[in-house]
């Protein structure tokens, strides 16, 4: 044990009228949704970059937490590991997320980067198997360092493309050997800053080809997790292309990567992307490529990703409303992609940010499964599109029917359509009585 957390406890379930700050008020793991426990359902992961590799800065000043292991070499980054594991016990955190970036100081080339990574990844495989904390998912940090400032797999120089190609090997190898769940390629760099200088056409085949070796890779090693992308329309790049989930769709099928690649969705960015976190994860079910959350909320006055942890839960209710729709998380999870404001610089803050979080995502789920349970509001949707259920309305759908021999019919049966109200306020009150 370090002594980080010195004086604080494992968090445990004391029900809602509790007033102790550290405890769980909704969040009971073992409490039966839908018929299986809460955190089944909810798959939470702690996010190591935010809680142990962000230093607290801001474009107009530096650090502001005080780490011990903040010098960077590796007894440093030994020290951050056992920390690390000490926040997913206290949480009962049933899982964690890292890039190599996170977890190992870089080394002067790339072998000893890789050297080092394998390293952390022999005392994680350990600290895995005392703890039980998994690892929901690996990734690599393909945007911090300076050689990646004109993008990864987009850049213009091949050996760029190369070197980030040899990174996610290497963090693919290192997911695999800990039993990750899922790999994601998050691409903060996979855009432009100015068209002047940039050819998209070439970079998104650059993106597509470095994609479709990943997925051959996965199936050379066995890999049987997830391959996930996460979605956000700029930044730090003005523009990605990784644009929204329907964006990464039209991407995969361009390149014919639709059955083999998922989403990973981010509440902040689906808000810079100008929708609501449910639109996009009722989008990837329709497109049938969930996957996997990143949990947080924006500051809807800021107008960037700042990243902090969810407490609005009629929002997260609504987005656990589509999870379930789509069958539930399989290989992923609810990752805390959050981070503590820069003022909050105590050990103690973690864990507030972390049990609010797991808090308000327990009641949003709670009440979507309220929601599915009572089944008025899933009635209503099916009779709004009863029409659809009758023989020729299936019969346009399934495409056995032309424009003449519709517009034959309607002129015979002399079709005059009444419209129907949508019932908004009806269904804003209906849903406000289970959040
Ligand atoms: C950045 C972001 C990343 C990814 C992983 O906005 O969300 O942390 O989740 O690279
Ligand atoms: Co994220």
Redesign the pocket.
């Known amino acids: 044990m370090t002594d980080f957390f010195k004086g604080l406890t494992p968090a445990k379930y004391e029900g809602p009228e509790s007033t102790n700050p550290l405890a769980f008020r909704h969040y009971n793991p073992d409490e039966i949704v839908l018929g299986k426990p809460m955190k089944e359902h909810l798959r939470f992961a702690v996010?190591y970059?935010h809680s142990f590799a962000w230093e607290g800065g801001d474009p107009f000043g530096g650090r502001t937490f005080d780490r011990p292991w903040f010098g960077g070499d590796m007894d440093d980054a030994r020290l951050k590991a056992d920390v690390a594991f000490e926040l997913f016990t206290l949480l009962d955190a049933p899982y964690f997320c890292f890039?190599d970036a996170d977890v190992r100081p870089e080394g002067e080339s790339y072998a000893k980067s890789v050297k080092r990574l394998n390293k952390l990844a022999d005392i994680f495989e350990e600290k895995i198997a005392e703890t039980g904390t998994k690892l929901l998912w690996g990734?690599a940090?393909l945007f911090s360092n300076r050689r990646f400032m004109s993008g990864a797999a987009t850049n213009p120089d091949p050996d760029v493309f190369a070197y980030a190609a040899a990174t996610i090997k290497a963090n693919m190898d290192v997911t695999h050997r800990l039993g990750g769940e899922n790999y994601?390629l998050?691409g903060?760099r996979e855009g432009y800053e100015t068209l002047l200088n940039t050819r998209v056409g070439q970079e998104m085949d650059q993106m597509a080809r470095m994609l479709s070796m990943v997925v051959d890779y996965k199936h050379k090693i066995g890999f049987e997790g997830a391959i996930l992308i996460?979605p956000?329309p700029q930044?730090p790049a003005k523009h990605q292309y990784d644009y929204d989930v329907s964006t990464v769709y039209g991407f995969l099928k361009k390149y014919g990567l639709e059955k083999e690649v998922k989403v990973?969705i981010?509440v902040?960015?689906a808000i810079l992307a100008g929708h609501t976190f449910e639109h996009e994860v009722a989008m990837a079910s329709a497109h049938g490529i969930f996957g996997s959350i990143?949990m947080n909320r924006n500051d809807y006055q800021s107008g960037w990703?700042t990243?902090q942890f969810p407490n609005n839960v009629p929002e997260v209710a609504l987005a656990y409303y589509h999870i379930l729709k789509a069958g539930g998380f399989t290989t992923g999870g609810t990752n805390f992609?959050s981070k503590l404001r820069r003022q909050s610089i105590d050990p103690e803050d973690l864990l507030h940010g972390h049990i609010g979080g797991m808090d308000t995502c327990a009641r949003g789920l709670k009440a979507a499964a309220a929601i599915i349970e009572d089944g008025t509001y899933d009635k209503f949707l099916e009779e709004r599109y009863a029409g659809w259920n009758g023989k020729e309305a299936q019969a346009m759908l399934k495409g056995e029917r032309s424009l003449e021999e519709i517009a034959a019919r309607v002129e015979t049966d002399d079709l005059d359509p009444q419209p129907r109200s949508g019932r908004q306020e009806y269904l804003e009150n209906l849903i406000n009585r289970f959040v």
Do not use: I, L, P, Y
């Open positions: 996010a970059w890039h990734t940090n994601v998050w903060g996460e956000k930044e990973n981010e902040g960015h990143d990703d990243d992609d």
